[in-house]
T-cell receptor
Framework: NAGVTQTPKFRILKIGQSMTLQCTQDMNHNYMYWYRQDPGMGLKLIYYSVGAGITDKGEVPNGYNVSRSTTEDFPLRLELAAPSQTSVYFCASTNTGMVKYEQYFGPGTRLTVT | AQTVTQSQPEMSVQEAETVTLSCTYD???????LFWYKQPPSRQMILVIRQEAYKQQNATENRFSVNFQKAAKSFSLKISDSQLGDTAMYFCAFIGSTSGTYKYIFGTGTRLKVLA
């Protein structure tokens, strides 16, 4: 198992540009999450998904969009990038049927908007 | 609303010594899970230890143990025989299992430095 993979690892965007952060998990987990981590801070939930076709907003969804067409993939779309979106983005997944609720994290994407 | 509070932004400990990181939480749920995650400079989030709220026995994983006080809503992490590789950010996290959705709440983290 590769676990949770994210691409790209690093990206620099200009203000107003758009991009998609990719996230894939091969563990057949039902729940997937996107977090952002600002310097020296904890994780803030952007969006999450309970399964294919079902997504919901987290704590800081403005400026982002998600989709979940398959169990494996959960891309995060940034439209009209702003400097406030400079952060490290983590994708995570869990299987709520396992009753252990451990989250598995991807390696993160460091995004800089200038 | 559920909250997780880590009141120690930074801590340091001498190699081979013991250190305790604090975490408190607030919830009205009766069934939930608590976690400590470690984030080394590589940024990878690594699960350190997990505690089910219905279990009275404190979880242990090798040098890592917790002091879970359900009534006080406290969940501290004790690291024994600290090693240089324990230098990292440590995050306390909570998930409730009765609310119908599985969203994790993370604390703001404690930066631990192990000194040689």
């Amino acid at each position: 198992n590769a676990g949770v993979t994210q691409t790209p690892k690093f990206r620099i965007l200009k203000i107003g540009q758009s991009m998609t952060l990719q996230c894939t998990q091969d563990m057949n987990h039902n729940y997937m999450y996107w977090y952002r981590q600002d310097p020296g801070m904890g994780l803030k939930l952007i969006y999450y998904s309970v399964g294919a076709g079902i997504t919901d907003k987290g704590e800081v969804p403005n400026g982002y969009n998600v989709s979940r067409s398959t169990t494996e993939d959960f891309p995060l779309r940034l439209e009209l990038a702003a400097p406030s979106q400079t952060s490290v983005y983590f994708c995570a997944s869990t299987n709520t049927g396992m009753v252990k609720y451990e989250q598995y994290f991807g390696p993160g994407t460091r995004l800089t908007v200038t | 609303a559920q909250t997780v509070t880590q009141s120690q932004p930074e801590m340091s400990v001498q190699e081979a010594e013991t250190v305790t990181l604090s975490c408190t939480y607030d919830t009205s749920e009766n069934n939930y899970y608590l976690f400590w995650y470690k984030q080394p400079p590589s940024r990878q989030m690594i699960l350190v230890i997990r505690q089910e709220a219905y279990k009275q026995q404190n979880a242990t994983e090798n040098r890592f143990s917790v002091n879970f006080q359900k009534a006080a809503k406290s969940f501290s992490l004790k690291i024994s025989d600290s090693q240089l590789g324990d230098t990292a950010m440590y995050f306390c996290a909570f998930i409730g299992s009765t609310s119908g959705t599985y969203k994790y709440i993370f604390g703001t983290g404690t930066r631990l430095k192990v000194l040689a």
